[in-house]
Each structure stands twice: as C-alpha cells, then as structure tokens.
C-alpha cells in the first residue's frame, strides 16, 4: 500500500511519491506535502516551459527559474504558462 499525505497542491489526502525528487531539503519538503499526481502534473508543465520557452538547463538562470515556477505552481499561486501553447485534444 502506497503512503498518504497531505497535497498541499490538491488539497486533499493522496498516495505520496516513493521517494524525494531530489536530495537535500527542498526534495524532503516535495517528498512529505506533494502528492504523485501533483508532481505529474508540474512535470508536465515543466517540459512544456522548458520546450515552448526553450530553456537550456545547463543554465543556471533557467534552473534557478523552473524551482521558483515549481514553487509557485505548488503554492497555488498565480504560474508562468507557454504564450501561445494550445494542449492537444484527448
């Protein structure tokens, strides 16, 4: 059975990940209040920055601006999206 947590994105009880994101406190703090689906859904929006804005990762700039875009898109708070992206119809 997967483990539950709080998502402070969703707003509602959830399986969490099975393991942080990434070291350190920040992927501690992810691993304890960020439910999978949440983290789904900010990986898809990632990749979506990261190609229509086309940003280089090995620069510092756009991983300094993805983590405050995560941020803000766990937070609830008002995101960056890609100007002119239309999603694919399902």
Known sequence: MSRLIM???LKE????????PFPG?????????????????????QTTLINELRLNMMDTSARSYLA???EKFFNGEEFDK???YVAPKQ
């Not at 009880?13 to 942080?20: A, K, N, R, S």
Request: net charge negative.
């Open 25 to 45: 406190p920040k992927g501690e703090e992810i691993f304890n209040t960020i439910s999978k689906n949440a983290w789904a859904d900010w990986m898809a929006h």
């Open 68 to 70: 405050e875009q995560r």
């Open 7 to 9: 998502c402070r994105k």
């Open 82 to 84: 890609a100007e002119g």
């Open 13 to 20: 009880e959830l399986p969490g990940l099975d393991m942080p």
